[in-house]
């Protein structure tokens, strides 16, 4: 009677202090996994197309739609889903999906990706359309390897969206709830009320914009605008353009293409770079107004309009370029790098270390909120600004009643306070992954200068690419010891995350009931 | 009419003349004062009660003015009234700006809807246009404006003051409809003078009166930079008045919450939470510098206070919101500029409305000591087809005149039309007079 009595006492001590439906989340962590392990029949096709083995792709499928449907079946149904789930599911969804992609990578036998650290590593920065690498020999993979890592990002893309339009708003995270709920008039407040809706038209929009750009840039390769630009590589690139990714077919990434195919990749990554949701009603309801309207798009624009001037300014001051070259490959490195793609149009590791350091700040820029960037944000900038602005004020006038406004509504207070401690959660990170770095480079007797460090920090972390020194655009990740590794794989997924829903999970109070 | 307040009674006094009223009041003082005084007969009762309204003779009656102060009141009068006798028109006395809105989307079944906090923002907003103004309102679209000015003694005023008026150098499409001297008024001929220490009455197209106000204003710059005392509704109406004309506002308002509130509807003005009393912060804040000050506090010596203070402090133009009747006249006499009273205002927006169907519009001066009229010419009129030259003056004079929707300002040779309307000054106890000659 007494151990009855204690048993049920603990079952009971139990249900009570863990307040989260762990078992529904799970099981909701396996059907994404499931629904995941269908994408690998496109890698699957490829490979039959250019008659390389198809086996590693169906095998990766079949074990990660049996593991799947394993944990869905061991999960519960109808169970409790509420905030506190969502954190978990986003969270272990991330590292599930690129556990799935390392496993292919392993079984494909590449010795590029043998190494289960850097198999992991490789398909984190792809789901987390990061675009930093540790290939060394890119051109030495078979075709179907390389689409399906190019996949992987358009994949994590989608993921994304969803993320950033439904998932991470409802959790209160993120600046996208103040964009979408907070804007004025009827047809914008709300796309669509229903998520899985929403989900489906800004797909609809993603799907769409990433076919115009493959057949844009197959248009300049088949029409010998731009020779080099094969049907393969248009598709590649434009599977990692409008997420922005940054992977790349290539050993020398957007380098190796000419000019047309760069600017056309340029313009994608500024419209991959902006909010989607904004983008929709723009393009699809044709109110092009709206978009000249919204202060996160204007912003947006005039920081990758300022840091194209300066850095054109820097590269024609240097010599390094001339004319339309030296416009060009401003524009294309300052896109590729505020919306956190990350390919290269030149290596810029040779740049003067005043064009480097302008690159690692616009890291910390990001795209706008409700886009496939990763980073701080245009508009977590915007309303910090806009918090400091009346800081100052109200040093001088006390009295003052400052209101924050953005796109003329009011930003609750809340959300205020959410954005600057959003802000010090990721330098914060930021700091720590660097000197995590720094301090792991000096163990193993890695040769790293300080701005290499906080490029790969920042680059990581910001879900950009490339970073400086031996990780520089043309460069790999490969020699990082797997400890390093270990800690940008930690960086991307905190960072995609937009960081707050990994780290109540480490809190007491979030498992608490 | 429903409402023995401030506002009944000023319509009452305005019409009691020329229709036969019956006013309806819960307050038996209120109803025997006004009966008292006018002759006209009164009613107990709810005004929002059928029983009342048939008591009070509403199927007989033209016109129901409902101007309680209490919205809904006003509106399920205007509905039974509706209901009992569809032919009757209503008018329908408001605070609410949504109801206002609705009524202009015509989802209201009311005739004409008023509101007090409109006005006065319209009030307040004309005055701040033109600053050496007492009082402006506008006819004919805002193709006419009048103005009335205070005449300052001022150095470079003498190319109209002191001259007479045939030679002084009267601005284009204007015309000095009146002189106010003392308690005496003039109807200007040629040989008239304009004198220091003169009210003058404009009547001309707002470009004209733009330049009138230049030439008799203490100082030539526009105002900008208005500080408004008090959030309310008034207040935030006001606001938004000035705001839409483009100009810099700052609004003082002691409630944290109140101000919060303000600060959210009025991104682009700067509010203060703060007491408007409290001479350190109107230093610090420099509020002595702007150019003018609106007083919207809910009460009446507050306003007071805080306008004579801010006097002191350098503010040149104050206008204050009053709302006690006798208000008007102690604020003026205090030095305060201008003071408006809203439910003089209300008042006078609904008679506009209830007068003499040809009669477009109606503007009290002074009080209610002068009116400026909107006339539609009857070919019967003995004036009808008269060149203006020939005509008597008789206490009135037609400062304007529109014809096919033109306004037009004539002079000596041009013809008074059938059909015309005449924008017309003259005193109020000669304005049922002018509205039969014409």
Same mark, same amino acid.
């Given at each position: 009677?007494?151990?009855?009595?204690?048993?049920?006492?603990?079952?009971?001590?139990?249900?009570?202090?863990?307040?989260?439906?762990?078992?529904?989340?799970?099981?909701?962590?396996?059907t994404?996994?499931k629904y995941?392990?269908?994408?690998?029949?496109?890698p699957?096709?490829?490979?039959?197309?250019?008659?390389?083995?198809?086996w590693?792709f169906?095998?990766?499928?079949?074990?990660?739609?049996?593991?799947?449907?394993?944990?869905e079946r061991?999960?519960?149904?109808?169970?409790h889903?509420?905030i506190?789930?969502?954190?978990?599911?986003?969270?272990?969804?991330?590292?599930?999906?690129?556990?799935?992609?390392?496993?292919?990578?392993l079984?494909?036998?590449?010795?590029?990706?043998?190494?289960?650290v850097?198999?992991?590593?490789?398909?984190?920065?792809?789901?987390?359309?990061?675009?930093?690498?540790v290939?060394?020999?890119?051109?030495?993979?078979?075709?179907?390897?390389?689409?399906?890592?190019?996949?992987?990002?358009?994949?994590?893309g989608?993921?994304?969206?969803v993320?950033?339009?439904?998932?991470?708003?409802?959790?209160?995270?993120?600046g996208?709830?103040?964009?979408?709920?907070?804007?004025?008039?009827?047809?914008?407040?709300?796309?669509?009320?229903?998520?899985?809706?929403?989900a489906?038209?800004l797909?609809?929009?993603?799907?769409?914009?990433?076919?115009i750009q493959?057949?844009?840039?197959?248009?300049?390769?088949?029409?010998?605008?731009?020779?080099?630009?094969?049907?393969?590589?248009?598709?590649?690139?434009?599977?990692?353009?409008?997420p922005?990714?940054?992977?790349?077919?290539?050993?020398?990434?957007?380098?190796?293409?000419?000019?047309?195919?760069?600017?056309?990749?340029?313009?994608?990554?500024?419209?991959?770079?902006?909010?989607f949701?904004?983008?929709?009603?723009?393009?699809?309801?044709?109110?092009?107004?709206?978009?000249?309207?919204?202060?996160?798009?204007?912003?947006?624009?005039?920081?990758?309009?300022?840091?194209?001037?300066?850095?054109?300014?820097?590269?024609?001051?240097?010599?390094?370029?001339?004319?339309?070259?030296?416009?060009?490959?401003?524009?294309?490195?300052?896109?590729?790098?505020?919306?956190?793609?990350?390919?290269a149009?030149?290596?810029?590791?040779?740049?003067?270390?005043?064009?480097?350091v302008?690159?690692?700040?616009?890291?910390?820029?990001?795209?706008?909120?409700?886009?496939?960037?990763?980073?701080?944000?245009?508009?977590?900038?915007?309303?910090?600004?806009?918090?400091?602005?009346?800081?100052?004020?109200?040093?001088?006038?006390?009295?003052?009643?400052?209101?924050?406004?953005?796109?003329r509504?009011?930003?609750?207070?809340?959300?205020?306070?959410?954005?600057?401690?959003?802000?010090?959660?990721?330098?914060?990170?930021?700091?720590?992954?660097?000197?995590?770095l720094?301090?792991d480079?000096?163990?193993?007797?890695?040769?790293?200068?300080?701005?290499?460090?906080?490029?790969?920090?920042?680059?990581?972390?910001?879900?950009?690419?490339?970073?400086?020194?031996?990780?520089?655009?043309?460069?790999?990740?490969?020699?990082y010891?797997?400890?390093?590794?270990?800690?940008?794989?930690a960086?991307?997924?905190?960072?995609?995350?937009?960081?707050?829903?990994?780290?109540?999970?480490?809190?007491r109070?979030?498992?608490?009931? | 009419?429903?409402?023995?307040?401030?506002v009944?009674?000023?319509?009452?006094?305005?019409l009691?003349?020329?229709?036969?009223v019956?006013?309806?009041?819960?307050?038996?003082?209120?109803?025997?004062?006004?009966?008292?005084?006018?002759?006209?007969?009164?009613?107990?009762?709810n005004?929002a009660?059928?029983?009342?309204?048939?008591?009070?003779?509403?199927?007989?009656?033209?016109?129901?003015i409902?101007?309680?102060?209490?919205?809904? &009141?006003? !509106?399920i @009068? %205007?509905?039974?009234?509706?209901?009992? =006798?569809?032919?009757?028109?209503? #008018? /329908?006395r408001?605070?609410?700006?949504?109801?206002?809105?609705?009524?202009?989307?015509?989802?209201?079944?009311?005739?004409?809807?008023?509101?007090?906090e409109?006005?006065?923002?319209?009030a307040?907003s004309r005055? &701040?246009? !033109?600053? @050496? %103004?007492?009082?402006?309102?506008v006819? =004919?679209?805002?193709?006419v404006? #009048? /103005?009335?000015?205070?005449?300052?003694?001022?150095?470079?005023?003498?190319?109209?003051?002191?001259?007479?008026?045939?030679?002084?150098?009267?601005?284009?499409?204007?015309k000095?409809?009146?002189?106010?001297?003392?308690?005496?008024?003039?109807?200007?001929?040629?040989?008239?003078?304009?004198?220091?220490?003169d009210?003058?009455?404009?009547?001309?197209?707002?470009?004209?009166?733009?330049?009138?106000?230049?030439?008799?204003?203490?100082?030539?710059?526009?105002?900008?930079?208005?500080?408004?005392?008090?959030a309310?509704?008034?207040?935030?109406?006001?606001?938004?008045?000035?705001v839409?004309?483009?100009?810099?506002?700052?609004?003082?308002?002691?409630?944290?919450?109140?101000?919060?509130?303000?600060?959210?509807?009025?991104?682009?003005?700067r509010?203060?939470?703060a007491?408007?009393?409290?001479?350190?912060?109107?230093?610090?804040?420099?509020?002595?510098?702007?150019?003018?000050?609106?007083?919207?506090?809910?009460?009446?010596?507050?306003?007071?206070?805080?306008?004579?203070?801010?006097?002191?402090?350098?503010?040149?133009?104050?206008?204050?919101?009053?709302?006690?009747?006798?208000?008007?006249?102690?604020?003026?006499?205090?030095?305060?500029?201008?003071?408006?009273?809203?439910?003089q205002?209300?008042?006078?927006?609904?008679?506009?409305?209830?007068?003499?169907?040809?009669?477009?519009?109606v503007?009290?001066?002074?009080?209610?000591?002068?009116?400026?009229?909107?006339?539609?010419?009857?070919?019967?009129?003995?004036?009808a087809?008269?060149?203006?030259?020939?005509?008597?003056?008789?206490?009135?004079?037609?400062?304007?005149?529109?014809?096919?929707g033109?306004?037009?300002?004539?002079?000596?040779?041009?013809?008074?039309?059938?059909?015309?309307?005449?924008?017309?000054?003259?005193?109020?106890?000669r304005?049922?007079?002018?509205?039969?000659?014409?």
């Amino acid at each position: 009677m007494a151990r009855l009595t204690r048993a049920r006492l603990r079952r009971l001590f139990r249900r009570e202090s863990i307040g989260v439906d762990v078992r529904s989340a799970i099981g909701l962590v396996g059907t994404n996994v499931k629904y995941l392990s269908f994408a690998l029949l496109a890698p699957t096709v490829v490979a039959l197309l250019y008659s390389e083995p198809p086996w590693p792709f169906l095998a990766a499928g079949a074990i990660s739609f049996v593991i799947g449907l394993t944990i869905e079946r061991a999960g519960r149904h109808g169970g409790h889903l509420g905030i506190r789930e969502g954190f978990f599911v986003v969270s272990v969804t991330w590292l599930a999906a690129a556990g799935v992609c390392a496993l292919t990578y392993l079984l494909t036998g590449e010795d590029q990706l043998a190494h289960p650290v850097d198999a992991y590593f490789e398909s984190m920065s792809g789901f987390t359309t990061t675009g930093a690498s540790v290939l060394t020999d890119i051109e030495g993979l078979p075709y179907s390897v390389l689409f399906w890592r190019q996949l992987s990002q358009w994949l994590g893309g989608m993921g994304i969206i969803v993320l950033a339009i439904a998932v991470l708003p409802r959790l209160r995270v993120g600046g996208r709830q103040l964009l979408e709920s907070e804007m004025p008039g009827p047809e914008i407040e709300q796309l669509s009320t229903r998520i899985r809706d929403t989900a489906r038209r800004l797909w609809a929009l993603y799907i769409g914009l990433t076919v115009i750009q493959i057949a844009i840039l197959a248009g300049l390769g088949w029409t010998r605008i731009d020779p080099s630009m094969s049907l393969f590589e248009a598709v590649s690139h434009a599977l990692t353009t409008m997420p922005t990714g940054g992977f790349s077919t290539e050993a020398r990434s957007a380098e190796a293409f000419g000019p047309e195919s760069q600017w056309t990749i340029t313009i994608f990554m500024a419209i991959a770079g902006a909010n989607f949701a904004l983008m929709y009603r723009a393009l699809i309801r044709r109110r092009p107004g709206i978009l000249l309207r919204d202060e996160e798009f204007k912003v947006y624009v005039g920081f990758l309009l300022a840091a194209t001037i300066a850095v054109t300014a820097i590269l024609l001051g240097d010599d390094i370029f001339n004319g339309e070259e030296a416009v060009r490959h401003a524009a294309f490195q300052v896109v590729s790098t505020m919306t956190t793609t990350g390919m290269a149009s030149t290596d810029f590791n040779a740049w003067p270390l005043l064009g480097l350091v302008l690159l690692i700040g616009l890291m910390f820029v990001g795209g706008s909120a409700g886009s496939t960037a990763g980073s701080i944000k245009v508009v977590r900038h915007l309303l910090l600004g806009k918090v400091l602005r009346r800081e100052l004020d109200q040093t001088v006038h006390p009295e003052v009643v400052g209101r924050i406004h953005l796109n003329r509504h009011v930003v609750d207070e809340r959300v205020l306070r959410a954005v600057s401690s959003f802000i010090l959660l990721y330098v914060g990170l930021f700091v720590v992954g660097t000197l995590l770095l720094v301090v792991d480079a000096d163990r193993v007797g890695l040769d790293l200068r300080l701005i290499d460090a906080i490029a790969v920090a920042a680059t990581t972390l910001g879900n950009i690419g490339p970073g400086l020194g031996i990780a520089g655009p043309m460069g790999s990740f490969e020699p990082y010891s797997d400890f390093s590794k270990l800690v940008m794989i930690a960086l991307m997924w905190f960072g995609r995350l937009e960081i707050v829903p990994i780290v109540v999970l480490f809190t007491r109070n979030y498992w608490r009931a | 009419m429903i409402g023995a307040g401030q506002v009944g009674a000023t319509i009452v006094e305005a019409l009691h003349d020329e229709h036969n009223v019956t006013v309806v009041d819960l307050d038996p003082g209120r109803l025997s004062a006004l009966g008292n005084r006018f002759d006209v007969a009164t009613i107990e009762g709810n005004g929002a009660s059928r029983r009342t309204l048939q008591e009070a003779g509403l199927l007989e009656s033209d016109l129901m003015i409902s101007c309680t102060s209490r919205d809904e &009141i006003n !509106l399920i @009068a %205007a509905i039974f009234s509706r209901n009992l =006798a569809p032919e009757t028109s209503t #008018i /329908v006395r408001t605070t609410n700006e949504e109801y206002l809105e609705v009524w202009r989307e015509r989802q209201l079944d009311v005739d004409f809807m008023v509101s007090s906090e409109l006005e006065t923002a319209n009030a307040v907003s004309r005055i &701040i246009g !033109l600053p @050496a %103004a007492r009082q402006t309102d506008v006819f =004919a679209d805002g193709q006419v404006q #009048i /103005v009335e000015f205070d005449v300052a003694d001022r150095d470079d005023g003498d190319s109209i003051v002191g001259v007479p008026l045939r030679e002084a150098r009267i601005p284009r499409d204007s015309k000095v409809a009146g002189i106010i001297r003392g308690d005496r008024m003039i109807i200007p001929r040629g040989d008239q003078t304009i004198d220091v220490g003169d009210r003058v009455v404009i009547i001309g197209s707002p470009d004209a009166a733009r330049v009138w106000g230049d030439i008799l204003s203490e100082n030539k710059r526009r105002l900008d930079d208005i500080v408004i005392f008090g959030a309310g509704r008034t207040g935030r109406a006001v606001a938004r008045a000035l705001v839409d004309q483009g100009l810099r506002v700052r609004i003082i308002e002691p409630d944290p919450k109140r101000a919060k509130y303000t600060a959210e509807q009025f991104p682009t003005v700067r509010v203060y939470q703060a007491k408007g009393f409290d001479p350190e912060f109107l230093d610090r804040e420099r509020i002595g510098q702007s150019r003018a000050a609106v007083f919207a506090m809910q009460d009446d010596a507050k306003n007071h206070y805080a306008a004579t203070l801010a006097k002191l402090h350098g503010v040149s133009f104050t206008i204050a919101i009053v709302h006690e009747a006798a208000s008007t006249e102690v604020f003026e006499r205090a030095g305060i500029d201008v003071a408006i009273n809203p439910r003089q205002v209300t008042a006078e927006e609904i008679v506009r409305f209830a007068h003499d169907p040809r009669t477009r519009q109606v503007t009290m001066l002074e009080g209610d000591r002068f009116e400026i009229l909107d006339v539609t010419v009857r070919p019967e009129s003995e004036y009808a087809d008269q060149p203006f030259r020939t005509m008597p003056i008789r206490g009135a004079l037609i400062g304007a005149i529109v014809r096919d929707g033109q306004a037009i300002f004539p002079h000596g040779d041009d013809v008074l039309r059938a059909g015309d309307r005449a924008i017309i000054f003259t005193e109020s106890a000669r304005a049922t007079q002018v509205e039969k000659a014409l």
